[in-house]
T-cell receptor, first 115, second 114 residues
C-alpha cells in the first residue's frame, strides 16, 4: 500500500507569492493534518481535517488555509509568503474516528524556500 | 511555552547497548503519547505509542514507559543498532480537545556507534 504522498517535494517561491501544497492520505484514512517544521524544532500543528471538516487549527495567521476533498486528499494554501514561511511542510494521515487520538503517519514533506 | 520538552539534544551509545530517550510534558490534559523517528530528508516515521491508562508498552526492541505523576515518558531501545541513528521526537495529544493535534518536542539526535 502507498504511504502518504506529498507534492511537490521541493519548491522555491518569492516573497508575496502564493503557494499550494498537496497531500494524498493512506488509503482508508479519513483524517489529514498539516505541520510546519523549521530547522532545529519539532513539527508544529497547522490544521486537521476529518471527513472534509476542519477539526483543529494551530496558531498560524489567516494567510494559511486548507481544505479536504471528497477523496480525502488535501491542499494547504499559503498567501503573501514571508521569508519566515521557509520550512518543511508535513502532511499526516490517520484512521482518526472523531474521538480519541490515533497514530498519524507522515509523508516525506515539501521543502518550501521563500526568497 | 513548550508543553513537550526533550531536554537532551543529542545522545551517543554503543551498538548493542541500551538507548534511553527522555521526554517531559506540562499539560495534564495530554492522554496519548507517541514516539517518531526521523531521518534527514524524510518525514517522521511512527515508532510506538502509549495511552495514559497504561504505564508501559512494548514493541520488539522498543519500549515506552509513562510516569503520569512525574509527567515523564521515556523510550528504551534494546539492543541499539547503527540503523537506529536518527532524530527521535516525542509527541503528545489531548483527546478531549476534539482534534488530533500532536504537540512535538524539539527532538533528540541519537547516534549509535558500531
Amino acid at each position: 500500500d502507498a504511504g502518504v504522498t506529498q507534492s511537490p517535494t521541493h519548491l522555491i517561491k518569492t516573497r508575496g507569492q502564493h503557494v499550494t501544497l498537496r497531500c494524498s492520505p493512506i488509503s482508508g484514512h479519513k483524517s489529514v493534518s498539516w505541520y510546519q517544521q523549521v530547522l532545529g524544532q519539532g513539527p508544529q500543528f497547522i490544521f486537521q481535517y476529518y471527513e472534509k471538516e476542519e477539526r483543529g487549527r494551530g496558531n498560524f495567521p489567516d494567510r494559511f488555509s486548507a481544505r479536504q476533498f471528497p477523496n480525502y486528499s488535501s491542499e494547504l494554501n499559503v498567501n503573501a509568503l514571508l521569508l519566515g514561511d521557509s520550512a518543511l511542510y508535513l502532511c499526516a494521515s490517520s484512521r482518526y474516528s472523531g474521538t480519541g487520538a490515533a497514530e498519524a503517519f507522515f509523508g516525506q514533506g515539501t521543502r518550501l524556500t521563500v526568497v | 511555552d513548550q508543553q513537550v520538552k526533550q531536554n537532551s539534544p543529542s545522545l551517543s551509545v554503543q551498538e548493542g547497548r541500551i538507548s534511553i530517550l527522555n521526554c517531559d510534558y506540562t499539560n495534564s490534559m495530554f492522554d496519548y503519547f507517541l514516539w517518531y523517528k526521523k531521518y534527514p530528508a524524510e518525514g517522521p516515521t511512527f515508532l510506538i505509542s502509549i495511552s495514559s491508562i497504561k504505564d508501559k508498552n512494548e514493541d520488539g526492541r522498543f519500549t515506552v514507559f509513562l510516569n503520569k505523576s512525574a509527567k515523564h515518558l521515556s523510550l528504551h531501545i534494546v539492543p541499539s543498532q547503527p540503523g537506529d541513528s536518527a532524530v527521535y521526537f516525542c509527541a503528545a495529544s489531548a483527546s478531549q480537545g476534539g482534534s488530533e493535534k500532536l504537540v512535538f518536542g524539539k527532538g533528540t539526535k541519537l547516534t549509535v556507534n558500531p
